[in-house]
């Protein structure tokens, strides 16, 4: 396997942690490339339980449903990120666009 010189030890045991705390927060590897060091992770869209939220907007007298429409907009999209080192060696994480 052929490496970069801005590739070292302390890069990929940070990129590899950075991974891990990623799949732990509910991402799947989509693409991952070990000779230059990036992953594409995503995490699939939640449900959110709207007659929930309706109840509680009703006893809040609408309050809620800020926090409802919030949720319903976070919630309801696919979330596509890529994880990699630079040229610099520096580890970076950027949001990629959805299909």
Same mark, same amino acid.
């Given at each position: 396997?052929?490496?970069?010189? $801005?590739?070292?030890?302390?890069? =990929?045991?940070? $990129?590899?942690?950075?991974?891990?705390?990623?799949?732990?927060?509910?991402?799947?590897?989509?693409?991952?490339?070990?000779?230059l060091p990036?992953?594409?992770?995503? #995490?699939?869209?939640?449900?959110?339980?709207?007659?929930?939220?309706? $109840? =509680?907007?009703?006893?809040?007298?609408?309050?809620?449903?800020?926090?409802?429409?919030?949720?319903?907009?976070?919630?309801?999209?696919?979330?596509?990120?890529?994880?990699?080192?630079?040229?610099?060696?520096?580890?970076?994480?950027? #949001?990629?666009?959805?299909?």
């Amino acid at each position: 396997m052929e490496t970069y010189q $801005f590739i070292n030890e302390k890069n =990929l045991d940070q $990129f590899n942690q950075m991974i891990s705390a990623k799949t732990r927060n509910g991402f799947v590897i989509i693409e991952h490339n070990e000779k230059l060091p990036y992953a594409v992770l995503c #995490k699939e869209k939640k449900a959110v339980r709207h007659s929930f939220h309706l $109840f =509680l907007t009703c006893i809040t007298f609408g309050l809620w449903s800020l926090v409802w429409i919030y949720l319903s907009i976070t919630l309801s999209r696919k979330k596509n990120i890529l994880v990699a080192i630079d040229e610099e060696g520096n580890l970076f994480e950027d #949001k990629c666009l959805s299909e």
